[in-house]
């Protein structure tokens, strides 16, 4: 996500945190991915005080974004602890570098989309969530540009979404890593463009486009709107350890296993 699309981040970050309100959990440990400048890291200590928040970072910042950037997560690592790392080499390796079992809540704000495995994403926030942790998300679903569809002009520069799963789609994927109790909904959001420049660098900004167009005078207008399609989700990590059956065999984690000893009543 680059820099003009900053507001949008913080936007669906301020209704994720307003879906988070009637959750009670507590929570030490915290992994933003991806984390951004914004509101981002204001509204997860105001929400969550005291926190740990370990943060995947985008590359994208500029200078001075990513100086501040810094420098909050250096103070609040001071007092509260929590580790940085890429969200460029989670992008690599598929490895969230956190250890198992090492966070309450991963809090992940329009990176799904942008994801060819969101499965291997839900696989690698199942380990590192804690026993009873919570996975809670938003991406862009399939009607995301949808008004671009089929204009002249734009062939061969448009391109679908990395992972158009629509909101269905995603709950049967989170049940299927493990997750119980998914709660999925879904909401249009409407923008509207005074010229076809901002409309252009939003939908590269968003990679509905590989790059801007070269699009001739006589071209008719693009539209004046672009349909957002927002999916939110959130699922606990509950039962890690438990039998879990796969292809009608089960199968048992050894730490469920529990020698019983016989007491001498004598």
Known sequence: ?????????????????????????????????????????????????????????????????????????????????????SLERY????????????????????????LPDPKHFLQECWRV????????????????GKELIGIPGLEGVLQKLASPWDMHDMGDAVLSEGFSEPVMDMEYVHLEYESNTLLIADSVALQLMTQAPQMQAASPDLPKK?????????????????????????YIDPRQIQRKTRRDPN
């Open 1 to 85: 996500m680059t820099r003009p699309l900053r507001w949008l981040q913080s936007e669906i970050a301020s209704r994720m945190m307003q879906k988070l309100e009637i959750v009670k959990l507590d929570v030490n440990d915290l992994l933003v991915i991806p984390d951004f400048p914004g509101k981002h890291a204001a509204l997860l200590a105001k929400r969550f005080p005291g926190v740990s928040i370990n943060s995947a970072s985008e590359p994208t910042m500029s200078a001075w974004d990513s100086w501040c950037f810094q420098m909050f997560r250096k103070s609040r690592a001071i007092f509260c602890g929590g580790n940085q790392f």
């Open 129 to 144: 969530l804690r026993e009873g942790g919570l996975l809670t998300f938003a991406y862009l679903g399939p009607d995301t």
């Open 226 to 250: 672009m349909t957002l399609e927002v999916v939110y989700g959130h699922a606990w990590a509950i039962g890690k350890h438990l039998t879990r059956a796969k292809d009608q065999l089960a």
């Open 91 to 114: 992008r690599q390796t598929g490895h969230i570098d956190l250890p198992d079992d090492s966070v309450d809540v991963v809090f992940s704000d329009l990176l799904l989309q942008n």
